[in-house]
């Protein structure tokens, strides 16, 4: 069993910045892929960006490429998402999600059904 965290969301203005953190359980993070999602109000749950488990390997959805850098402590049991530039069109839940047996680079990381355990999310909001 896997309990994921994630906590820094907020209210924030167009062009601020924001940082989220995934906390995650267990002795074997360091083991596990990681992904953030998000879902905004009347829309479906899509994918942010996901990290392999080192750290060495990221990828991140076009809409985020180059605003949005995500990272992880190994030794703090933690992933992050730095999110600057932000857009009204970023307001959202945003979900952090393990893989704790899929192998990076052959499993599709942008896909939820990926993910084998979730956070309950943290709320952005970014007003004008």
């Known amino acids: 069993q896997v309990l994921l965290v994630e906590s820094g969301g907020g209210l924030v203005q167009t062009g601020g910045s924001l940082r989220l953190s995934c906390t995650a359980s267990?002795?074997?993070?360091?083991?596990?892929?990681m992904g953030w999602f998000r879902q905004a109000p009347g829309k479906d749950r899509e994918f942010v960006s996901a990290?392999?488990?080192?750290?060495?390997?990221?990828n991140y959805a076009d809409s985020v490429k180059g605003r949005f850098t995500m990272s992880r402590d190994n030794a703090k049991n933690t992933v992050y998402l730095e999110m600057n530039s932000l857009k009204s069109e970023d307001t959202a839940v945003y979900y952090c999600?393990?893989?704790?047996?899929?192998?990076?680079?052959?499993?599709?990381?942008?896909?939820?059904?990926?993910?084998?355990?979730w956070g309950q999310g943290t709320q952005v909001t970014v007003s004008s």
């Open positions: 999600a393990a893989n704790t047996v899929g192998k990076w680079g052959v499993y599709p990381y942008a896909r939820q059904s990926s993910y084998d355990y």
């Open positions: 990290i392999s488990w080192s750290g060495g390997s990221v």
């Open positions: 267990g002795r074997t993070f360091s083991n596990y892929d």
